[in-house]
């Protein structure tokens, strides 16, 4: 049998007064790693474009390197020439004396 005793009322209440204050705290903190993140980004780009001049450099370099290559080849002809043309003197100068 069932018999009734009376009504009882719960009440609840929150204290979200640490909540706002870690969002608050954390939503700083998000905003300091997005300006980390916008910096580190700027430095990337700034590697990007100097690794892109590094590489023009290199190109530049490695194109003179070749241009000397073939100055040196033509200068050794040259040279190989002026010999032949000295030998051929000597012996002329031989049989003229």
């Known amino acids: 049998m069932a ?9 609840l209440r929150t204290d979200d007064r640490q909540f ?3 969002l608050t705290r954390n939503r700083g ?3 300091q790693l997005g300006s980390t993140l916008d910096q580190t ?16 450099s290199a190109d530049q ?9 073939m100055r040196g080849r033509e200068n050794v002809k040259s040279l190989g020439a002026q010999r032949a ?4 003197l000597s012996f002329q100068i031989g049989d003229v004396s």
């Not at 780009?45 to 023009?56: D, F, P, Q």
């Open 20 to 22: 706002d204050a870690d």
């Open 29 to 31: 903190r998000a905003e």
């Open 61 to 69: 370099m490695g194109a003179a390197m070749e241009r000397s290559r």
């Open 3 to 11: 018999e009734a005793l009376g009504e009882a009322v719960l009440t």
């Open 41 to 56: 980004s700027g430095s990337s780009s700034r590697l990007a474009t100097e690794m892109v001049k590094t590489g023009r």
């Open 85 to 88: 043309g000295m030998q051929q």
